[in-house]
């Protein structure tokens, strides 16, 4: 069961729904090391191959303070043979038109790396009317709604699990 790489679970959390979401993932990857963005150091970073990316969306559309910080600090890293997997935490209720929007501007900052993005996640369960994480019938990481489907979570994450297994 463990032919998984070294594996980073790294998260940015303001209210604590990321984190708490962070540690549901890392239970399904007990092997890999959860890491909060605000503290995470680049010179371990680079020992990873795979990483998770976990973020929230605030405002219109934006990134989670901890992570506009890191990610800043993780381009400056060699990504070309690393490989990305992004979950994001949106509310499709209250902010239908920038659903888990956060999640598509670090896949937007993140794509032109050349890393490998593994994980995308069907959109028919979902009810938004737009999301920049989004593309071509595919979320391109796994959407999650604390606010209005938290019961939906834990189910989601373990077919979403199982699925990064099977992609990398």
């Not at 239970?27 to 963005?37: C, G, S, Y």
């Not at 020992?47 to 901890?66: C, H, K, N, R």
Request: glycine share 8%; charged share 25%; aromatic share 14%.
């Amino acid at each position: 069961m463990n032919n998984m790489p070294k594996t980073a679970i790294i998260y940015g959390s303001s209210v604590g729904n990321t984190r708490f979401v962070a540690e549901k993932v890392h239970a399904a990857f007990p092997e890999a090391d959860l890491i909060p963005a605000e503290s995470a150091d680049l010179k371990t970073l680079n020992e990873y191959e795979f990483y998770i990316l976990g973020t929230s969306t605030w405002g219109v559309g934006q990134l989670q303070d901890d992570f506009e910080t890191f990610v800043e600090a993780f381009l400056t890293l060699d990504l070309s043979r690393k490989t990305i997997a992004l979950f994001g935490l949106g509310d499709q209720q209250t902010y239908p038109d920038t659903f888990c929007d956060g999640m598509g501007k670090l896949y937007e900052l993140l794509a032109p790396t050349g890393a490998n993005f593994i994980g995308q996640w069907p959109g028919d369960d979902y009810d938004f009317s737009e999301s920049k994480a989004f593309r071509d019938g595919m979320f391109i990481g796994l959407p999650l709604d604390e606010d209005n489907e938290p019961d939906l979570t834990d189910g989601r994450i373990a077919v979403w699990s199982e699925q990064l297994r099977k992609e990398f």
